[in-house]
């Protein structure tokens, strides 16, 4: 029952009651970004949602236009708002469309779906959430196969004590700044499937 229609009321509930105070808070950032990087202020990409259907995911931006990799274009701010997770304060209105829910799986580009095995598939079952069991156990930090597992073990047993742990302990490894990229990389290297990888 809390999965089918709990999680959605607790999604509404939370907006409810952050919204007032979130929003100008987002506002705030929006100046900032228009002020240091100019426009677009918003970064959108399609993610795989619920099933692995498409959706567009919208972020603060973070990176300069222009060449160069990520790790050159993420800006100084950029990389404050990522460290605070404030560039996600956009995904709110992927909330409120019923994209995405507080807790669960983080969204994936849509080209990672092909290259799922069939547990790790799992995690398109349910919604994709702020924050998830993965981003609970370190955020970007956690290599690739362990995160999609930690996924999928959240999929097969979502309670709500569960994504109330999962939240406090999100909140917690954001407080520490732990895990916001993997090194070298401005969040994580592209995901692909062992056997695609290349020996060293």
């Given at each position: ?20 105070l979130?929003l100008?808070?987002?506002?705030l ?10 426009a ?7 993610r ?8 567009t995911l919208w972020?603060f ?17 950029g ?9 996600e ?9 019923g994209?995405?829910?507080l807790v669960?799986?983080?969204?994936l ?18 919604r994709p959430?702020?924050?998830?069991l993965a ?13 999609l ?18 939240m406090?302990r999100?909140?917690a490894v ?14 994580m290297?592209?995901?692909?499937p ?7």
């Open positions: 029952m809390y999965r089918r229609w709990g999680k959605r009321a607790l999604d509404l509930a939370a907006l409810a009651l952050a919204l007032p979130l100008p808070l987002a506002g950032v929006a100046l900032l970004v228009r002020w240091r990087m100019g677009p202020v918003l970064f959108r990409q399609q795989a949602g619920l099933g692995g259907a498409p959706f972020k931006r973070t990176m300069r236009e222009g060449p160069g990799g990520d790790v050159e274009r993420l800006t100084p701010l990389r404050a708002l990522r460290a605070s997770a404030l560039d304060l956009p995904q709110l209105w992927n909330l409120l469309r994209e995405m829910s669960g799986p983080r969204p580009p849509l080209d990672y779906v092909p290259r799922y095995t069939p547990r790790q598939a799992s995690r398109l079952s349910v959430g702020l924050c998830g981003q609970a156990m370190g955020r970007n930090a956690v290599p690739w196969e362990e995160r597992e930690w996924d999928a073990r959240y999929v097969a047993r979502i309670t709500l004590r569960g994504d109330l742990a999962i406090l999100c909140a954001l407080l520490r700044g732990q895990g916001v990229s993997a090194p070298g990389h401005a969040t290297p592209e995901f692909t062992p056997a695609s990888r290349s020996d060293p």
